[in-house]
């Protein structure tokens, strides 16, 4: 099962990404959690210690890493370099674990350029596509808003791209931006997350201007869940984010195999 879930900055994302990477982990899935956001902070979401996510190096600065599988010589960028290089052992060999989530963060790429191709964005996109279309877990992949950065043939192998959305105007755009390069690049399935619901006026709102068959469940706003990030916890350890996940996890399992 591949899930990438994106929205616009603030929705709770993260939060729900790793919720649902908790929760087939403890469904007893293999789950490979992909940190694809450059505000990296799924780790903390996951309830990983600080110290733990201060180790973790980005597959973007990992030097030595893209120059051995790129064979691009350091300080020679403008050189000739591998397009295809290794990287079916990157997701074992570079994640750390955590309440059985493998994290993979994947850091960013300044290319000073639309047209600017580089060792590290090959890299990176070699392993994304890689991720999507032969890793054989779950992977969960929190992406920054938008899908532009997968390809067709990848984008088309993931199970379901999940909008989190706030019930307001802007949340409704980003849905439909997204709906719109999905279906440019030929994904068929869309679905949207309800976040930071106050009362049964924001569901009817959602599922008015979504459509009720596109939303997968919504959570509730949450103070116990606000206050997890100060606490230094995983907001999947709160009863209420545990329970709502539930739900959507299972509707997810469902959607993935019809």
Do not use: W
Request: net charge negative; hydrophobic share 40%; with cysteine.
């Amino acid at each position: 099962m591949k899930i990438a879930l994106t929205g616009k900055g603030g929705v709770g994302k993260t939060t729900i990404t790793a919720g649902l990477a908790r929760y087939f982990a403890g469904r007893g899935n293999n789950v490979l959690a992909v940190d694809a956001d450059p505000d990296a902070n799924l780790g903390l979401a996951l309830g990983m210690p600080e110290e733990e996510i201060d180790e973790i190096v980005p597959i973007s600065e990992m030097r030595e890493l893209v120059e051995e599988r790129t064979g691009a010589q350091k300080g020679a960028y403008g050189s000739m370099f591998k397009m295809n290089p290794k990287v079916s052992d990157i997701p074992e060999k570079c994640s750390k674990e955590h309440e059985g989530v493998k994290l993979l963060t994947m850091g960013t790429v300044d290319t000073g350029g639309s047209g600017c191709v580089c060792p590290e964005h090959v890299l990176l996109k070699m392993l994304m596509n890689h991720l999507v279309l032969f890793e054989k877990d779950v992977v969960i992949m929190d992406m920054e808003a938008g899908i532009e950065h997968l390809g067709r043939g990848t984008a088309q192998a993931v199970d379901a791209f999940i909008v989190v959305v706030e019930p307001g105007a802007r949340s409704i755009q980003t849905f439909k931006k997204i709906s719109k390069l999905a279906g440019d690049i030929g994904v068929r399935r869309v679905y949207a997350i309800g976040n930071k619901i106050r009362d049964e006026k924001d569901e009817a709102f959602l599922n008015e201007r979504l459509g009720k068959d596109n939303i997968l469940g919504f959570i509730p706003y949450s103070k116990e869940i606000a206050d997890s990030d100060r606490a230094g916890r995983s907001p999947y350890d709160t009863e209420t984010l545990k329970n709502v996940i539930g739900g959507i996890g299972e509707r997810i399992e469902t959607l993935s195999r019809s």
